[in-house]
């Protein structure tokens, strides 16, 4: 009877472990505030902080090549032909102007004649239109400046003319160009940018024609070999080159100085496609023949020193360098390669590639 007992009770026992650990069994009821959930709650993980990224700022790239207006580039032409006294006064000229002051430092009234008369034109075209001199004025060292329109007019007109000449320069040549591969992108820009006024030059033999000057150029594209050849030559001064104008006759051309050597440029005769490259780096020989003129010639202005040949000679050109592409038309040329892509006018000669790697 005992075992018997024994038996029930390990039987008893172990039913109720056995009901006790089973799945669909009920909790055991414990005050709210003691519960606590079976399954362990499962906590994201923490994040990072994100660090603030500031805004991205947009750059613009600077371009590889950037030429700015210099309102006193002068010639080193002019600067040997009127001398140290008026390009100085024309300094001040320009700084007068500028600055809104109406008189400037002025030795005498020749100077100041000379300087107002000659230079704004040829070195600051826009200038030409809105100062004059007070003639009469120049006394004890000074001389009175005039002023054809409002401050406000002035400062607009010479921010409007200043963006013009640095566009033009910015898109026709670069930095790193020589002084020839300057002239030749700017020679090959005025075929295609400007036309020739014939209606003009035909009233002249009427009448003097007073809208003749070189800012008409710049505002209207149209002009007559004086208006191209001074715009032509004061562009080439801004970009560094050195150069003037040359007149003979009834026609007036470029003149430049590169690598030491004198040479004519004729931007009037070229203008249209394609790029004639006859009147480009002339000689005098091939000035004389491009344009059958015998007759003397003036450098820099038709008022001042008389161009003799063969004479005189610190206003020759004679070097040679470019004669076997004077019978060429332009396609293009090459700065790396120090090559100037032309075509034959006459026929059957073909395309050919210019060296002047050792110009």
Known sequence: ?????????????????????????????????????????VQEPEQPETPEVPEETVETEEPEYKFTFDPKAVSGYWKEIFGESMVDTWYNVVDAALNGEDTFECPDEDTLGWVIGQFPEKCFPVLGELIAADYGSAHDGTARLLYLTSREEFDEKVAEFTAQVEEILNETMKEEYTDMEKALSLYRYFCSHYEYDYDTYEGMYNEPQDQVRCYRLFEEGIGICQELSTAYSFLLTQAGVDA???????????????????????????????????????????????YSDDGEWTIGSVFVHEHEHPEYEEFVADDEFFKDIWDTTLVDFDHDKHVIHCTSIFDGEGDIDFDYEGF
């Open 1 to 41: 009877m005992k075992k018997l007992l024994t038996i029930i009770l390990c039987i008893a026992i172990i039913f109720t472990f056995t009901t006790g650990c089973g799945q669909n069994s009920d909790p055991v009821d414990e005050p709210a505030d003691q519960q606590t959930d079976v399954q362990e709650e």
């Open 244 to 290: 003037t104008i040359m007149m003979g006759g009834d026609h007036a051309w470029s003149y430049v100085r590169i690598n030491g050597n004198n040479y004519h440029i004729d931007p009037t005769f070229v203008l249209g496609e394609p790029v004639n490259m006859a009147y480009f780096m002339m000689t005098d020989g091939q000035r004389r023949y491009t």
